[in-house]
Structures are given as structure tokens and as C-alpha cells.
């Protein structure tokens, strides 16, 4: 069952400004998973957070990871017209190895 | 490079027939893949569980003789959707992850079905 929850759903920004989106999730997990998907494609992937991790960066991403508030947050620095898509949220219950999805944040960066 | 490739990207069928998608990891052994479905606008649903030389597992409210997976061999999983209909239309996503590294999960392209 899909247990992830994304705020806000969509968000609309200025090229330059940064986008911060939220994932909530019901269980413990493993990891947290980051992914972007462009309109039709495929899922590509931004960067895992362990549970043991707080804080991880790569480039113009900045994830943060609460486990006691089951909460995780990706902000994106210094937006591009070329980061449009959406994200997902994706966490890992360790299990079997199958990611449960969160419901995704629409980004749309205008130039 | 694509570490998971997925083909076909898009297919229209008609009513009633069958469409194969398959699954490739190209990189690594995968034991496990896994096949997903995603409606528009909404959220990538876990459909079953491809398990290399055995059956599948599938999610509730998955019809398994609908949604038929074969995973024959350890770089390779299909699935089947039989007897099509239009409500069977959606993006199918297969993942796969490295047993061997256990970090993120790789994804297909994607295939687009729409059944007319």
C-alpha cells in the first residue's frame, strides 16, 4: 500500500528561487529515496538517505531526513527551468526490496 | 547509461489482445524486479514482485492470470497483460536493484500502453 505523503502537490516557482518538498511516511524504513520523473519517462534517481543519516547533499539537492517525525525533506537550490518535473518520494522497507511511493510534488520552474 | 532497460517505450493494442513488456538489467544479476503501474498524474502502485525462477508475487487486487510475469532467467523479467482492455491503459515501470551493492533501485523507461 502506498504509504508516502508529499506536500504540497504541486509547487510553481521562479527560475533562481529555491524548492523545498515534503514526504511523510507511516513506517520505519531502511532508506529514503529521491527520484525525479520528466512527463512520460522513467523514474531517475537523486540520492538515498540511510536511516542512520540526517542530512545528505549532492549539487543543488539538500535531503534531510527525520525518523523520529517520519519525515523527510528535498530542497532544491538555485532552480532551473530544466528541473520541471515530478518528484517522488520513496521509501524502503528493507524487506523484499520493492520502494513504496510517495504521491509526488509537481515542480514547475518558469524562466 | 541505462543500468534497467525497458521495452517497448509505447504500444497501442486492440481490445482482447496481449501485449508483452520486457525488463533487462544490463549491469548486474537480478534475482528480484519488480513491476510497477502508474496512472496519470498519479503515483508509481507496486504491482508484483518478478522472482527469478519461481513464481511471482503479486500485490492485492493484482489479477495474477491477467498480468502474467515470466522472470526465466537472471537478466530478464516480461510481463504479459492478456486480454486487453482500456482501463489497462497506464505507464508500466520495472525496477531492479544490484543485490550486490543493496543502494538505489534502478528504473526501466517505462512503456506507455494504450489499448484502443
Known amino acids: 500500500s502506498q504509504q508516502g505523503e508529499e506536500d504540497p502537490q504541486a509547487l510553481s516557482i521562479q527560475e533562481g528561487e529555491n524548492a523545498t518538498m515534503n514526504c511523510s511516511y507511516k513506517?520505519?524504513?531502511?532508506?529514503l529515496q529521491w527520484y525525479r520523473q520528466n512527463s512520460g519517462r522513467g523514474l531517475v534517481h537523486l540520492i538515498l538517505?540511510?536511516?542512520?543519516?540526517r542530512e545528505k547533499h549532492s549539487g543543488r539537492l539538500r535531503v534531510t531526513l527525520d525518523t523520529s517525525k517520519k519525515s523527510s525533506s528535498l530542497l532544491i537550490t538555485a532552480s532551473r527551468a530544466a528541473d520541471t518535473a515530478s518528484y517522488f518520494c520513496?521509501?524502503?522497507?528493507?524487506?523484499?526490496?520493492?520502494?513504496?511511493f510517495g504521491k509526488g510534488t509537481k515542480l514547475s520552474v518558469k524562466p | 547509461g541505462a543500468v534497467v532497460s525497458q521495452h517497448p517505450s509505447r504500444v497501442i493494442c486492440k481490445s482482447g489482445t496481449s501485449v508483452k513488456i520486457e525488463c533487462r538489467s544490463l549491469?548486474?544479476?537480478?534475482?528480484?524486479m519488480f513491476w510497477y503501474r502508474q496512472f496519470p498524474k498519479q503515483s508509481l502502485m507496486l504491482m508484483a514482485t518478478?522472482?527469478?525462477?519461481?513464481?511471482?508475487?503479486?500485490e492485492q487486487g493484482v489479477e495474477k492470470d491477467k498480468f502474467l510475469i515470466n522472470h526465466a532467467s537472471l537478466t530478464l523479467s516480461t510481463l504479459t497483460v492478456t486480454s486487453a482492455h482500456p482501463e489497462d491503459s497506464s505507464f508500466y515501470i520495472c525496477?531492479?536493484?544490484?543485490?550486490?551493492?543493496?543502494?538505489?533501485?534502478?528504473f526501466g523507461q517505462g512503456t506507455r500502453l494504450t489499448v484502443v
Open positions: 525496477s531492479a536493484r544490484d543485490p550486490e551493492k543493496n543502494t538505489e533501485a534502478f
Open positions: 513506517t520505519s524504513i531502511n532508506n
Open positions: 538517505i540511510r536511516s542512520n543519516e
Open positions: 520513496a521509501t524502503d522497507p528493507g524487506s523484499q526490496g520493492n520502494l513504496i
Open positions: 549491469d548486474f544479476q537480478a534475482t528480484t
Open positions: 518478478s522472482n527469478e525462477g519461481s513464481k511471482a508475487t503479486y
